[in-house]
């Protein structure tokens, strides 16, 4: 295979698909969709077997359990993976809304209209789930898509993309408004994030040395996440009931996500009350905890495992764990909070536990990141939590899109102009 010119095949192919996916009524996107989940229920048993496939591979490759796991599909996944399209199905369309209408002086009445990004190429690890995601969101925005995913699960994806392209067919769009590379080779990645001709944004989702390089080589702009060095802030004024369940829920509910805490800061007033509590619970968990000299100090003698308790090194405070390992200091209060959480976020998700309406409205305003919480956990920074359906990714961008990436994230908005003859004097 030539990949330099099958890559060029699929972005014109897409480009194309682009233009009639766009003109689409919601009523077509909706049939495709849910011909599509159709589909992936009634075709489970071949799922099920190209899974199989690269589980195997998977197992002689000697990739880690958790590895294996995610890329897994199971009965009840399938049925999850169906439900996810059919829920984006069930979500309004965003394509074509005219918001903002106002007439100006002159006569006429200016506003902007919602309208798809035009071709989307997204980059992918491990969850076959995500093929099946993808192509609905991109589908129901208007948008064609290329979606490249993981090696580990190229058997998977092309058989889910089987089931993306009955869908498509089955409602009359063109199959090529969705397409999945064939090949495992890296040049394809490479050529799909260099072809601004054919594509308009490029969405990576793996992990961070992944999204450092397409960041670093792609010619097309990109919507990137990069890591999530999630915060919790216990502040002076927090609610007794609520410090020790936001915080579990917050470290210890998944450890493996982008929005899971990886920090935890306590104003000193309220230190000696909570840490040792927040302590005792973590260890539990069975969570290392590694401390600044103040938090160190409280926590060594509250009958925590010392093998759970070590001293913070300076790149802890800027590490994402996605493991059983909390970073803890005690802070002198929301200003040196606010500056630590700056200097060091990943600019994913913070959380404040306050009941003191000043401090908490500071820590909206001051803190820059994508979602800012107060009294809840880092955990709802999720597309299907904040009511968006499926999520492409969580975007730590300032432009654009920020935060969960759902529907709207996948369009943009055009100027249009009402008038009635008026010509500019």
Not at 68 to 91: C, F, N, P, Y
Not at 309 to 334: C, F, M, N, T
Not at 358 to 384: C, K, P, Q, W, Y
Request: negative net charge.
């Amino acid at each position: 295979m030539n990949i330099a010119e099958y890559m060029q095949g699929l972005g014109r192919n897409a480009r194309a698909a682009s233009r009639l996916v766009a003109a689409a009524s919601s009523g077509a996107k909706n049939a495709a969709l849910m011909a599509m989940a159709a589909a992936i229920r009634e075709r489970r048993e071949f799922l099920i077997s190209a899974n199989v496939k690269d589980l195997d591979a998977a197992r002689t490759a000697g990739l880690d359990a958790a590895m294996i796991d995610r890329l897994k599909l199971t009965d009840k996944g399938i049925d999850t993976m169906a439900a996810g399209v059919e829920q984006v199905a069930a979500l309004p369309d965003p394509v074509g809304e005219i918001t903002d209408v106002r007439r100006r002086p002159s006569g006429i009445e200016v506003g902007k209209m919602r309208v798809p990004l035009g071709v989307i190429g997204i980059i992918y690890e491990s969850r076959p789930n995500v093929t099946a995601d993808a192509a609905a969101l991109c589908l129901k925005s208007g948008n064609a898509a290329i979606l490249r995913g993981g090696k580990e699960a190229l058997h998977s994806n092309q058989a889910i993309a089987a089931c993306v392209r009955a869908g498509l067919g089955a409602a009359g769009l063109p199959e090529t408004a969705v397409q999945v590379v064939e090949t495992t080779d890296r040049e394809a990645v490479g050529a799909l994030i260099t072809m601004p001709e054919f594509v308009d944004v490029i969405v990576p989702r793996g992990g961070k040395g992944l999204i450092e390089r397409i960041s670093r080589d792609a010619r097309v702009p990109v919507i990137k996440h990069l890591d999530g060095n999630c915060h919790v802030y216990v502040d002076d004024a927090a609610d007794p009931g609520k410090v020790v369940p936001i915080v579990e829920n917050a470290k210890t509910q998944r450890y493996g996500t982008c929005n899971t805490a990886e920090t935890l800061l306590v104003a000193r007033g309220v230190a000696g009350r909570f840490l040792p509590e927040i302590g005792r619970m973590l260890a539990g968990h069975g969570v290392e905890m590694r401390c600044c000299a103040e938090s160190l100090t409280m926590l060594t003698d509250c009958g925590i495992d010392a093998s759970l308790l070590k001293a913070a090194q300076a790149s802890d405070w800027d590490e994402e764990y996605l493991a059983p390992i909390l970073a803890v200091k005690v802070v002198a209060g929301i200003d040196e909070a606010i500056e630590h959480i700056n200097a060091h976020s990943s600019g994913h998700t913070e959380a404040i536990v306050s009941e003191n309406y000043t401090s908490a409205m500071r820590f909206l305003r001051e803190v820059d990141s994508a979602s800012v919480m107060i009294n809840a956990s880092t955990r709802f920074a999720d597309g299907f939590e904040y009511g968006l359906g499926a999520e492409i990714g969580i975007s730590t961008d300032k432009i654009h899109a920020r935060g969960p990436v759902g529907l709207e994230g996948l369009t943009s908005q055009k100027w249009i102009v009402f008038g009635n003859g008026e010509v500019r004097r």
